[in-house]
């Protein structure tokens, strides 16, 4: 360990190119870290109460979002949604709306959201709105921390996991073109900017949350160019925290130990299409995409989703969704707005509902309606 | 007396019937590999042998050689061989880092035109995972898709990998997956794919399996985004069937399912070519610490094997040896080591010889 940092720090002074190279990086990294501490910058108040943007998209979208307001209504949370309704499918979306919504989260810097369901045909712009959402916002990590549930045992209990995936260029580069009729092209792009830039967020995060290991997933092997840029940008990062440890791993044998050993994993770090891959992966072992909050961060504003997302539209209109996701990144979302005290009231309560198991909803293996959850969650709460 | 008559005619023509097929001998290129894979070879064709399979052995290496022209390719002993038998069966090949050349297995599938993986995963009796009740397929288009090898670095810091689909090979690899799943009695096709995401590229993908499935009626078809899979994957994967992809997400995903039913160690694994050809293969890599010490596990190479004896038509001598090797697992008394026994490679080989022999 002291043998690696001595060697970390001796490379690079010995490497009078890359410790040049390093200096703009240690300028930017600014930028990046203030995206973790809200309270340097707080987000628009008015009389004391946060506003937040609220997109509740599309399938169980907004039946999640009925749950939250209620269950922060019962909670007292001093937070006031402002509500846009951006759907792809349902005609509702339209320039000025993104527009409109891009604004308020520029305003309010904080937003809770559903997933705005992509269609497979597309008219014109290949980017889906949820692609160009993210694009504009710059909100280029994406972070589902993976954790057991309480009282609900699965094939692996005891899981803790942090899955960081880039989420701004990658495969979802949106760039395709049909050379000839019968041969599509689709560009995967990676920079070393970006590729830098989320090893950072990742290392960063890790150094902030006390984790010892940061994974890096790729398919170098294949991919020589852009995975192996990735992997450079990674590995260059890892020099500068001596503390953490760095491995690396191919993305078929990652899922493959996931599914084997999962606990030898602790951070993970990856670009887009595997990031997507893992993080399903990953909510499926602790009790799938109804149970896995995430979150969204760019350098200044922070948007608080499920962890595996999935308009789930053949729930509709049968009360059938699960909550929990969506009620602990809402949590996860107190507590980035410092409000530590409702933040811990709402996840007890959910997790105390989860751990007693007597109301369940069915992808939990019980037969409660999301109302009759979150009445439970409601009651709950240690107000 | 007339019935006796019969009863001569029908005996004969079973012998005859039975006579005819013993010399209908086919013959099979065998590569056995690196690392442990000569033993796995000779644990094999020693079951094989037990078994009476008709089947005879051409052993060949295809270590690249560098042509003329300083293109690499596989030897031409070894080319000729595969193209007059058709039916290949491979070890591990290891592929060294500063050899010069490329990946065997890619110089294989070029050569070959090696279109199609397919990984049947099933769970087994007596290797223990927490996944039960694993019984499906993944097909995976094996030439293009991401692994085009087409890469460019644009300007310093900027590099911009090709995904490369083409109808004409997802309507090969969609054909293929149908007529396997009707070949083997399968009731449904899933095809994999993120088309609300890569929408021209997946989406030709996904128009195509369409176009086929109209041909192929009686096969249930189904369409799932890959995420989608995986989640439910984890969670129940007795939901699944025949899976059919392109490149990448068939690579990550017959991988997954490996880890379902136990690892590499006993997956076993085809590659479908044009003209006819196809090489079974184990797909563990090669294992140089345990090379030479008879402690390997020939399950993946036997296990493939026996893939390789369906897809001739031998079904019979399929059932015996597969039976076998399952019981054999099933007993876990005579283990290797990774199977979490102690014995050794020749002794796991032995009980599973003795098993077959003790079923005729």
């Not at chain 1, 240690?26 to 973790?36: G, P, W």
């Not at chain 1, 000025?96 to 712009?125: C, D, F, Q, W």
Request: with cysteine; proline share 4%; hydrophobic share 40%.
């Amino acid at each position: 360990m002291m043998a690696a940092a001595l060697r970390g720090s001796l490379v690079t002074l010995a490497k009078g190119l890359s410790g040049a190279r390093l200096q703009p990086l240690c300028a930017r990294s600014l930028s990046v870290t203030s995206s973790q501490n809200v309270s340097e910058s707080p987000p628009a108040r008015a009389d004391s109460t946060f506003k937040v943007t609220m997109v509740p998209g599309d399938g169980v979208g907004p039946e999640l979002m009925t749950a939250v307001k209620e269950v922060f209504k019962a909670a007292d949370v001093p937070v006031e949604f402002e509500e846009f309704h951006l759907s792809e499918v349902q005609n509702m979306a339209s320039e000025e709306k993104l527009e409109e919504v891009l604004s308020s989260m520029k305003n309010n810097r904080v937003a809770i959201k559903g997933k705005i369901h992509t269609p497979m045909e597309y008219k014109g712009e290949l980017a889906s709105y949820e692609m160009r959402l993210r694009r504009k916002l710059d909100l280029f990590a994406n972070v589902v921390h993976v954790n057991s549930l309480p009282g609900y045992s699965t094939r692996h209990n005891n899981l803790d996991l942090v899955i960081i995936r880039e989420q701004t260029e990658g495969e979802y580069s949106s760039l395709e073109h049909e050379s000839v009729s019968g041969v599509v092209e689709c560009l995967k792009i990676i920079t070393r900017e970006k590729s830098r830039r989320i090893a950072k967020f990742a290392f960063d995060y890790a150094t902030k949350k006390g984790r010892s290991k940061v994974t890096a997933v790729h398919k170098a092997n294949i991919m020589k160019l852009g995975d192996g840029l990735f992997l450079q940008s990674c590995a260059e990062l890892a020099e500068l925290y001596p503390k953490i440890k760095y491995e690396t791993i191919i993305i078929d044998n990652c899922c493959m130990q996931l599914v084997q050993n999962p606990y030898q994993f602790d951070v993970l770090v990856m670009p887009n299409l595997y990031g997507n891959i893992i993080d399903n992966l990953a909510a499926g072992l602790v009790g799938g995409a109804g149970v896995v909050p995430g979150e969204s961060y760019s350098a200044e504003y922070a948007v608080f989703e499920t962890g595996a997302r999935h308009p789930f539209a053949q729930a509709v209109g049968r009360n059938i969704a699960n909550p929990t996701a969506m009620l602990l990144s809402a949590s996860n979302m107190l507590r980035h707005l410092n409000l530590e005290y409702h933040s811990n009231m709402v996840s007890e309560a959910v997790k105390k509902v989860i751990k007693q198991g007597k109301v369940r909803t069915s992808d939990l293996g019980g037969y409660a309606t999301s109302e009759e959850f979150t009445r439970a969650v409601i009651s709950n709460l240690a107000v | 007396f007339g019935g006796k008559t019969w009863y001569i005619k029908v005996s004969f023509t079973c012998l005859k019937s039975k006579y005819l097929e013993e010399l209908n001998i086919q013959t099979v290129t065998l590569i056995p590999g690196d690392g442990i894979g000569p033993e796995i070879s000779t644990a094999v064709m020693k079951i094989f042998e037990a078994a009476k399979a008709p089947i005879q052995w051409e052993e060949r290496n295809v270590t690249a050689i560098k042509g003329p022209g300083g293109r690499w390719m596989i030897p031409p002993e070894a080319k000729e061989s595969m193209n007059k038998n058709k039916i290949g069966l491979k070890g591990p090949l290891k592929t060294p880092i500063a050899a010069g050349h490329p990946s065997m297995n890619l110089l294989l599938r070029k050569t070959f035109d090696l279109y199609a993986n397919v990984r049947p995963c099933v769970s087994i009796e007596g290797f223990k995972t927490p996944y039960t009740d694993v019984d499906l397929v993944t097909i995976r288009e094996n030439t293009e898709g991401e692994y085009s090898g087409i890469e460019h670095l644009i300007v310093d810091g900027v590099v911009q990998s090709i995904k490369l689909i083409t109808e004409e090979a997802s309507r090969r690899i969609a054909e293929y997956a149908f007529e396997y799943a009707r070949n083997n009695q399968r009731t449904s096709v899933t095809a994999v794919h993120k088309a609300n995401i890569m929408r021209m590229s997946d989406g030709l993908f996904l128009r195509k399996c369409r176009e086929v499935a109209e041909n192929y009626k009686d096969v249930k078809f189904t369409e799932m985004y890959l995420d989608t899979v995986c989640l439910n994957m984890v969670q129940d994967p007795s939901h699944f069937d025949v899976l059919v992809m392109p490149n990448l997400y068939g690579d990550i995903l017959s991988d997954l399912c490996a880890g379902l039913i136990g690892g590499l160690g006993v997956t076993p694994s085809g590659n479908i070519g044009a003209n006819g050809v196809a090489i079974f293969e184990s797909v563990h890599g090669t294992a140089p610490d345990i090379a030479g010490k008879d402690l390997a596990n020939p399950t993946a190479l036997l296990l493939s094997a026996v893939m390789m004896l369906r897809h001739m038509g031998l079904h019979g001598h399929a059932k015996k040896i597969e039976t076998a090797c399952f019981d054999t697992i099933r007993d876990e008394k005579v283990l290797t080591k990774d199977l979490g026994g102690n014995a050794k490679c020749s002794e796991f080989t032995a009980d599973i010889c003795r098993r077959v022999q003790d079923m005729d």
